[in-house]
């Protein structure tokens, strides 16, 4: 499979205790995305990347999430003392670029987080 | 800002019937980039099309098509004939050249049911 995988795809943690997602983009692709996803809207924006570099965040992304891309490969998205509102579908997303021109994303399966 | 807009939350069809699904969008730049992504009940995006601003062709694809018109900011997806198959929750998304993070801006969603 040459898709964007993650992983896990389910998380179900308790209130308070940290998790780690884990995004394996298309292998070409330098560029990739976090977006949130919650029951009933469409995604939103977290965090992107362009090889390793961390370009941009989204407000919605407060102190308690870090985003990782180490070598410019897989990245992973961890959330720290995890609260109820965390609840969502994480998506994860990757690009190219060509010509100047970004291309269209491809996402993967996502990883349902559960905050009880 | 950009803005995308989905007025339908969700449509009801009997198989073979046509579906359109509207998307209104909101940006200053005058170069952008839309698209439309299809997510099954696995939950899945899937990419199904992207037009750039400056080409207002129609295009169409299969069982698919789409009109989009600069002068109403709206970009609009048709099912013709659809197919129990097509019963999934559609995105239409914006992203602008001049956007931080070259992030997608996604519209609400349109659920679309498919009965035989």
């Known amino acids: 499979d040459t898709g964007v995988s993650q992983n896990p795809r389910h998380k179900i943690t308790k209130r308070g205790q940290n998790v780690t997602f884990r995004c394996d983009p298309i292998s070409e692709h330098n560029r990739l995305y976090w977006y949130r996803q919650t029951l009933g809207q469409g995604p939103e924006f977290l965090t992107y990347f362009q090889n390793e570099a961390q370009l941009e965040k989204s407000r919605l992304l407060s102190d308690r999430f870090s985003a990782e891309r180490p070598k410019g490969s897989f990245s992973t998205l961890e959330i720290q003392r995890t609260e109820q509102g965390d609840s969502a579908m994480y998506l994860c997303?990757?690009?190219?670029?060509?010509?100047?021109?970004?291309?269209?994303?491809?996402f993967g399966p996502g990883t349902r987080l559960t905050v009880l | 800002a950009q803005k995308v807009t989905q007025a339908q939350t969700e449509i009801s069809v009997v198989e073979k019937e046509d579906v359109t699904l509207d998307c209104v969008y909101e940006t200053r730049d005058t170069t952008y980039y839309l698209f439309w992504y299809k997510q099954p009940p696995s939950g899945e995006l899937v990419f199904l099309i992207r037009r750039n601003s400056f080409d207002e062709q129609n295009e169409i694809s299969g069982r698919y098509s789409w009109n989009f018109q600069k002068s109403t900011s709206s970009f609009n997806f048709t099912i013709t004939a659809s197919q129990v198959v097509d019963s999934a929750v559609y995105f239409c998304?914006?992203?602008?050249?001049?956007?931080?993070?070259?992030?997608?801006?996604f519209g609400g969603g349109t659920r679309v049911l498919v009965k035989p």
């Open positions: 998304a914006l992203l602008s050249q001049k956007a931080a993070g070259n992030k997608l801006t």
């Open positions: 997303a990757s690009s190219t670029l060509t010509g100047g021109t970004d291309n269209e994303q491809f």
